[in-house]
């Protein structure tokens, strides 16, 4: 009996410990690169692409996250050119989570990006790029895709969430281009359609997050939502209701909210998130936006999960790739 006991001791003993290691490995730090609108000169920036994703490699982030824009506006929007980027995306060593640009699709119709249907050009960035529920990368991770939690939404297979030591990531589909809120009724019907998967999916990230006690809540996508003061508020401003998301959401979380996105190719980290009266800045959201265009160049972030501002951010900023200074 004593020995029992004594092995029955040391068993519980090494299920306390092995708990407290996971514990702790829950809340370890980390860090993710992000990046985006790039490569717009082809094929000269073919070089200066593959060089990035030779330091990204190097520097063996947890993922990266790639915001939109694969490349210019005046590039052809063909079905090589997405297999080319979808082998790009998978020469990354870690996993790579894609958010879709206006470039890929809503600008297609331009005669120099090869005057295509963008609904069309929608169909195939979806059946290219998210035919699985795997991230890309030579290491993958998987995803939640909200095609596959609720039928309504079967087709919005680009919206996805995971979840890294206790902070949600979660991946939404807003494009430049006024979230393609313009042109024609064919593209305001597309746009009514996917704003409101994005808004179901917004909430149901803040609920997520709050349900599951996690930390907090990174969310990335593509557009320049802050580009003037009155997205938030015009009637004709397709991002006004995705802003007042935002803004009720996180004023009720209270935890830190990261917004990561592209489309205006200026580094710049700022608080420009407001309340839903937009009369105060809401101090628990940042919002950085990436380099991109001439600036083939990437940000790292790292989240330390025990401090009480989690978030820490530092500009890869290859100086190979730089236009101004030369190199």
């Known amino acids: 009996m004593k020995s029992f006991n004594t092995l029955k001791a040391l068993f519980s003993g090494l ?26 000169s082809i094929p000269e920036d073919y070089v200066r692409y593959e060089r990035l994703i030779a330091v990204i490699n190097k520097s063996n982030p947890s993922f990266s996250l790639f915001i939109g824009d ?15 980027v979808k082998g790009y995306f998978n020469q990354f060593t870690s996993p790579l989570i894609y958010s879709i640009g206006d470039n ?18 929608l169909d195939n960035l979806r059946s290219t790029f998210f035919n699985t529920q795997k991230s890309f990368g030579k290491q993958q991770i998987s995803l939640i895709r909200q095609a596959d939690t609720d039928p309504k939404y079967k087709k919005f297979v680009e919206n996805a969430y995971w979840v890294k030591n206790h902070f949600l990531f979660v991946s939404l589909h807003i ?17 009514f ?7 179901d999916w917004i909430q149901r990230a803040f609920d997520l997050a709050s349900t599951k006690g996690y930390l907090g809540i990174v ?11 009155t997205q938030a508020t015009n009637a004709d401003s397709g991002y006004r209701d995705t802003l007042h998301a935002f803004s009720k959401n996180a004023q009720e979380f209270k935890k830190p909210v990261l917004l990561i996105h592209g489309d205006s190719h200026r580094l710049i980290l700022d608080q420009p998130l ?20 001439e600036q ?14 989690p978030f820490s951010f530092t500009p890869i900023l290859l100086r190979q790739n730089m236009g101004t200074p030369k190199p």
């Open 70 to 84: 694969t490349k210019s506006g005046s590039t052809p929007c063909s079905d090589e050119y997405n297999q080319k």
């Open 296 to 309: 083939v160049q990437a940000v790292m972030i790292g989240i330390n999960p025990k401090s009480e501002q």
């Open 175 to 191: 494009p430049g281009s006024n979230n393609n809120f313009e042109r024609n009724d064919q593209a305001k019907a597309e746009y």
């Open 219 to 229: 969310f990335c996508y593509q557009a320049d939502m802050f580009y003037t003061p």
């Open 274 to 293: 407001k309340t839903v009266d937009q009369k105060n800045i809401l101090e628990n959201v940042l919002r950085l936006e990436l380099m991109g265009a």
């Open 104 to 121: 890929e699709w809503t600008d297609c119709h331009r005669p120099l990006a090869g005057s295509y249907d963008p609904l069309e050009r």
């Open 15 to 40: 299920l306390i410990a092995c708990s407290l290691t996971a514990s702790a490995q829950s809340l370890e730090a980390f860090k993710f690169i992000a990046l985006g609108d790039v490569p717009y």
């Open 193 to 199: 359609e996917r704003n409101q998967a994005n808004l």
